[in-house]
T-cell receptor, first 111, second 114 residues
Framework: LAKTTQPISMDSYEGQEVNITCSHN???????ITWYQQFPSQGPRFIIQ???TKVTNEVASLFIPADRKSSTLSLPRVSLSDTAVYYC????????????FGQGTELSVKP | NAGVTQTPKFQVLKTGQSMTLQCAQD?????MSWYRQDPGMGLRLIHY???????DQGEVPNGYNVSRSTTEDFPLRLLSAAPSQTSVYFC?????????????FGPGTRLLVL
């Protein structure tokens, strides 16, 4: 079962780029890396997913090194509305979908 | 599409009472799951299902039962509620396959057990 390790919390200021790194040393060959965002009193929301190298969408970028033992979620020019908890998941895609959430990283964006 | 819906939004129970938390999705997703989230904590997987008639246990299954008679519905039953089950419960669904990690979550049910 692939486990993930993330910083418990991070602080940033509006307009800055924020990078959140996740460690997943036991990632399996078929696993994808997925990041979710959760606001208070809401369910998690999918942000981005990748397998290797770099993935970019309108919200964020995901950087994955060649060994895939870690990944970095990059949020460009954060705003106050990006204050949330961010979860990194490594999916057991070939074992029936048993996804385990870690503690997540609580990002606080200040004015 | 309504996506993933959950009812009720909030419920208060007394210790020993039973109830069913409802979850439905209209996206024809094979995979559905239940999580609980305690204050200041991450989500913990209770039970999940990869299709109608198939269910399996997650990290914290004790005290909860599930069934999956249709693709659309995945109810979570508490047979005898305990204060330790006070939590926010989230239901999620996705397709089965390599991309199944992209899950869609419902708005949650807040449960208070006195």
């Amino acid at each position: 079962l692939a486990k993930t390790t993330q910083p418990i919390s991070m602080d940033s200021y509006e307009g800055q780029e924020v990078n959140i790194t996740c460690s997943h040393n036991n990632i399996a060959t078929n696993d994808y890396i997925t990041w979710y965002q959760q606001f208070p009193s809401q369910g998690p929301r999918f942000i981005i997913q990748g397998y290797k190298t770099k993935v970019t969408n309108e919200v964020a970028s995901l950087f994955i090194p060649a060994d895939r033992k870690s990944s970095t979620l990059s949020l460009p020019r954060v705003s106050l509305s990006d204050t949330a908890v961010y979860y990194c998941l490594v999916g057991e895609g070939d074992q029936g979908g048993k996804l385990i959430f870690g503690q997540g990283t609580e990002l606080s964006v200040k004015p | 599409n309504a996506g993933v819906t959950q009812t009720p939004k909030f419920q208060v129970l007394k210790t020993g009472q039973s109830m069913t938390l409802q979850c439905a999705q209209d996206m024809n997703h094979e995979y559905m799951s239940w999580y609980r989230q305690d204050p200041g904590m991450g989500l913990r997987l209770i039970h999940y299902s990869v299709g109608a008639g198939i269910t399996d246990q997650g990290e914290v299954p004790n005290g909860y039962n599930v069934s999956r008679s249709t693709t659309e519905d995945f109810p979570l039953r508490l047979l005898s509620a305990a204060p330790s089950q006070t939590s926010v419960y989230f239901c999620a669904s996705s397709y089965v396959g390599r991309r199944q990690e992209t899950q869609y979550f419902g708005p949650g049910t807040r449960l208070l057990v006195l």
